[in-house]
């Protein structure tokens, strides 16, 4: 699986951006007074759509420092259960209002998105697509603002991810999938990329195959042998909760043996997709719940399953803050602050010219284990080593051979500029 992933990742970074043929005139006024943004000319623009199939959810407002730019963006993925909420909760909320000063005072732009939600508590009707409409709905926020970033004063290679509950599980899947740009798409939108610099995820649900809660997150969560069951949870939440969240259920049991659905978990299992390519997170769940009935959907044994499953697939640079757990190695750290700097540092090469033709260098050896050489220089390049995952590992302005004796093993991209063009070559470390 994850050499599938950095197949797909880096088959995009290597893909020449030319899809942006149309563009967009979102109306920019002053930012409310209430934000108190200590800018110098800090602007917004509201319902910005980025789909028409449901235009009253499909849209996000977007925050700036002012309209120079281009900016670094946070987009910010609203929680509710997939069944409320909206990108309008910036306005009401004290603590996402302070998050944006934040941003913006730090040269961080914000964009809070919509989706369309299931159906609320006690409808009438259920939902025959379920919650991958919500996920989905999100990915393409993200990949529409990055084929119109020259109009929303974006940079779109650094983009970062924070939500809660709901919010930040989309984070999560969106951070830990292989990356769903199609290339070939007729839609300009969709070739864009969905890889992102860094994930912040507050009461994060680990993972949205709910079958997974009962055969991990909670098992033995007494320490007794006791697990909590698809059944209580069922009981707890409601069958029809438990059926639109997935297109339409015949039972509890409809998971384990229909095909589809099987396919489905799989689709929406952030546990099943992490692996080392992925960028940074930042845990954070202050449930103090302590039996799961408590608060099933934000439990602190979500974040210790996504923890372990990180530390296990080798993600760089993970932080939790799990106080009921007793784990924090964040060092003061704030997830705000986190996510500016994975933002300072990450140089994900979406957009790369073709003015040079891979035959003008030549790398060897290529599988390397400590000195990579770089055969036709002139003299005027300098040169970006960055991971497959987008992070900045090393920068030079000259030279004939690179020392990668301290990289992990993996896949990069050396990134050769002349001045006037620049190549991406990739190379394996051993």
Aim: one cysteine or more; aromatic letters at 10%.
């Amino acid at each position: 699986m994850n050499m599938l992933k950095i197949s797909s990742v880096l088959a995009l970074l290597l893909f020449v951006h030319l899809s942006i043929v149309a563009q967009i005139s979102p109306q920019f006024a002053p930012i409310p007074s209430n934000f108190n943004i200590n800018s110098a000319n800090p602007v917004y623009a509201l319902d910005i759509q980025y789909d028409n199939i449901d235009t009253a959810k499909q849209a996000f407002h977007i925050f700036l420092p002012d309209t120079t730019g281009p900016h670094p963006l946070v987009i910010y993925i609203h929680g509710g259960g997939f069944r409320a909420g909206s990108r309008d909760n910036i306005f009401a909320d004290p603590q996402l209002q302070l998050s944006a000063k934040y941003f913006l005072e730090n040269n961080v732009a914000l964009a809070t998105i919509g989706y369309r939600l299931l159906p609320p508590q006690g409808a009438n009707y259920t939902d025959s697509i379920g919650v991958i409409k919500c996920l989905e709905d999100s990915k393409r926020a993200l990949q529409f603002i990055r084929n119109y970033a020259s109009d929303l004063y974006i940079e779109p290679s650094n983009v970062a991810l924070k939500g809660g509950s709901a919010g930040s599980g989309t984070g999560l899947w969106l951070a830990t999938r292989p990356d769903m740009a199609d290339p070939n798409s007729p839609d300009p939108v969709l070739q864009q990329s969905t890889r992102v610099c860094g994930a912040y995820i507050r009461g994060s649900q680990s993972t949205y195959d709910l079958y997974k809660w009962e055969s991990q997150v909670f098992q033995d969560f007494d320490g007794m042998g006791t697990n909590y069951t698809v059944d209580s949870l069922v009981q707890l939440l409601g069958f029809d909760r438990f059926s639109d969240f997935y297109g339409g259920l015949d039972s509890n049991y409809h998971l384990l043996y229909d095909p589809v659905l099987i396919q489905y978990r799989q689709d929406v299992d952030m546990l099943y997709h992490m692996s080392s390519d992925d960028p940074s997170l930042y845990i954070h769940h202050p449930s103090p719940a302590v039996h799961p009935s408590e608060d099933p959907l934000h439990h602190s044994l979500h974040g210790v399953e996504i923890y372990d499953a990180a530390l296990n697939a080798s993600i760089p640079g993970v932080l939790v803050d799990i106080q009921m757990q007793g784990m924090n190695n964040t060092q003061g750290e704030t997830g705000d602050e986190f996510l500016v700097r994975m933002l300072s540092s990450c140089a994900l090469p979406l957009s790369l010219d073709e003015d040079l033709n891979p035959g003008d260098y030549t790398l060897y050896p290529n599988p390397v284990q400590t000195h990579l050489n770089i055969k036709g220089l002139t003299g005027d390049e300098t040169f970006s080593v960055v991971s497959s995952s987008g992070k900045l590992i090393h920068q030079r302005v000259r030279y004939d051979d690179l020392e990668v004796s301290r990289f992990s093993s993996g896949m990069y991209l050396l990134i050769i500029d002349n001045g006037h063009a620049r190549k991406a070559i990739r190379f394996v470390k051993e």
